[in-house]
């Protein structure tokens, strides 16, 4: 192939890359589940919840300060488990992040795993 034709090649798949947008995932370490909720159906103000079960931790992880979870995520009812158990006793949590497009709401962050530390 020729360079120009090499070129044309890797700057399409650079484009194609930054249209799509990257996803990656941050992690975050010595958090505190300050509230965990699910939500069903929602027709009022706050419908970016709508069908979620969502955490809301302190301090903040990469800006955010909330996590969410589809509530037909086959992880959920997990997520969930350990959520609640960091909340009743007060252990800290380490979680990960979803972020990209598709993973991200105006107020949260997708989650990818959350674990009680030691």
Do not use: Y
């Amino acid at each position: 192939m020729n360079k120009l034709f090499k070129l044309s090649l890797t700057l399409l798949g650079l484009a194609i890359c930054f249209e799509s947008g990257a996803a990656e995932t941050v992690q975050c370490r010595d958090l505190t589940v300050v509230k965990v909720a699910v939500e069903g159906e929602r027709f009022d103000d706050f419908t970016v919840f709508s069908n979620k079960m969502v955490i809301n931790f302190s301090p903040a992880c990469d800006g955010v300060t909330w996590s969410h979870t589809e509530v037909n995520n086959h992880l959920m009812d997990d997520f969930l488990a350990v959520a609640l158990a960091a909340k009743t006793t007060g252990h800290k949590v380490q979680i990960g992040l979803n972020k990209g497009p598709g993973f991200e709401t105006q107020v949260s962050r997708q989650l990818s795993f959350i674990a009680i530390q030691d």
